[in-house]
């Protein structure tokens, strides 16, 4: 079955940096767009970056861009972020999710999600 298991969270100091990362298997991975999703306490989820299949083509929220990058190995079935100059407004719960769809219906796959927690 389809599984996405993020990891790399933690706490760390403003203006520090991780590196999380996303497992993928039960799916063929190369051939989806990947994305990180945050949600923050008391706020909705929002997309933080997406890479295309390939890795050639990355999108990212206003909030993170010049700060974090977005990368995958197809090879290893691994998609990653890369979070430098982090902030305490950076502090959320980070999802991978892959979207497809099936009989015409929408369907999102999620992790359970990585703490990620910016403080001094």
């Known amino acids: 079955q389809v599984q996405l298991v993020e990891s790399g969270g933690g706490l760390v100091q403003p203006g520090g940096s991780l590196r999380l990362s996303c497992a993928a298997s039960?799916?063929?991975?190369?051939?989806?767009?990947m994305t990180w999703y945050r949600q923050a306490p008391g706020k909705q989820r929002e997309l933080v970056a997406t890479?295309?299949?390939?890795?050639?083509?990355?999108n990212y929220a206003d909030s993170v861009k010049g700060r974090f990058t977005i990368s995958r190995d197809n090879a290893k079935k691994l998609v990653y972020l890369q979070m430098n100059s982090l902030k305490p407004e950076d502090t959320a719960v980070y999802y991978c999710?892959?979207?497809?769809?099936?009989?015409?219906?929408?369907?999102?796959?999620w992790g359970q999600g990585t703490q990620v927690t910016v403080s001094s």
């Open positions: 999710n892959f979207r497809t769809e099936r009989f015409g219906n929408v369907i999102d796959y």
């Open positions: 890479i295309s299949n390939t890795g050639g083509t990355t």
């Open positions: 039960g799916f063929t991975f190369s051939t989806y767009a």
